[in-house]
């Protein structure tokens, strides 16, 4: 149990540091130069797997669903993410990502045809209106370069959300490690289209802080990571393993005021606590509306 909450710990931390790298290199080196770079790495570390160890065998029926969570749910949530990211602080796209529990919710409500409980609507609610505070300042200012990159990141929490519906099934039937590498280097080839003469220039120019932030995006953030994750989360409570999810945001605000000297306003901390707020009711349903919850 110890070694799964620090599991469990290290991923919330490492994924919530995240989004300033995801920032800055977008910045240096052009978002769509920064995505490349990365998932071209990333893919041919993970095809070794995938070939040793068999497991680019997908049976013909599951084609369909598999493209589906590569090129819909992967690519979209990676184009969302690394653009959005160049216009937003790491800061308010870390809150903004904080909403993807009751996105989840939501997708899952439309996929099963399922009502909305009491609690999802009233979290819903709550978290927009904490998100409508985070960028008030930058609405009233006509800062709509803020806001054009949160409603990038919340488009990638959508792609997201259907990437975690959609790849249940698959992760069941041949394990997640297999799904998440297919996924990837699925995702990896229409992100080769968003090339241009510049890409390798980009790759060849990068500088040493360059490549240290790039490790950890690919090394430690997606691959390590996710290893962390599925150790945790398949020992840990379901219920338990959800609470940790509140730690990303927090620590995307901190890690963009210490690394990128981001200031922290009482707009970002009350619309902060909402969303998270919001996420919270949304989860909590039966213990605060009762199991037998109705739209």
Same mark, same amino acid.
């Given at each position: ?13 490492? /994924? ?13 080196? %052009? ?10 790495? =990333? ?12 497991? !680019? ?26 653009? $959005? ?56 200012? *006509? ?7 949160? =409603?990038?990141?919340?488009?990638? *929490?959508?792609? !997201? ?20 590498? !297919? ?34 995006? *690919? *090394? ?8 962390? /994750? ?41 619309? $902060?606590?909402?969303?998270?707020? %919001? ?5 909590? $349903? ?10």
């Amino acid at each position: 149990m110890t070694q799964a909450v620090l599991a469990m710990l290290f991923t919330q931390v490492v /994924w919530g540091i995240g989004p300033v790298f995801v920032r800055t290199l977008g910045l240096d080196l %052009g978002p769509a130069n920064s995505l490349i770079i990365r998932y071209v790495m =990333v893919s041919l570390a993970y095809l070794p797997f995938l070939m040793m160890h068999g497991r !680019w065998r997908i049976a013909r029926e599951d084609w369909p669903r598999l493209l589906f969570l590569g090129w819909v749910g992967m690519f979209g949530y990676n184009i969302g993410s690394v653009f $959005g990211f160049n216009h937003a602080t790491a800061g308010l796209g870390g809150l903004v990502i904080g909403t993807q529990p009751i996105l989840i919710a939501l997708m899952a409500a439309l996929v099963n045809r399922e009502a909305l409980t009491g609690s999802t609507i009233a979290g819903l609610l709550v978290a927009f209106s904490g998100t409508v505070m985070l960028f008030w300042p930058d609405l009233q200012a *006509g800062n709509t370069d803020m806001v054009k990159g949160a =409603v990038m990141i919340f488009g990638a *929490g959508i792609a !997201w959300s259907a990437y975690v519906i959609a790849a249940r099934p698959l992760i069941q039937r041949y394990g997640a490690m297999a799904i998440t590498a !297919w996924s990837i280097v699925l995702a990896t080839l229409p992100m080769l289209l968003l090339a241009s003469p510049k890409t390798p220039q980009a790759f060849l120019n990068m500088t040493a802080r360059n490549w240290l932030e790039m490790a950890y995006l *690919g *090394g430690v953030s997606t691959f390590l990571a996710s290893i962390t /994750w599925n150790f945790a989360a398949g020992r840990l409570p379901s219920a338990l393993a959800g609470v940790f999810l509140y730690l990303v945001p927090v620590v995307a605000v901190i890690a963009d005021a210490v690394l990128l000297d981001e200031v922290i306003t009482v707009n970002i901390v009350t619309g $902060g606590v909402m969303v998270l707020a %919001g996420v919270a009711i949304a989860q909590a $349903g039966p213990a605060l509306f009762g199991k037998k919850e109705t739209a």
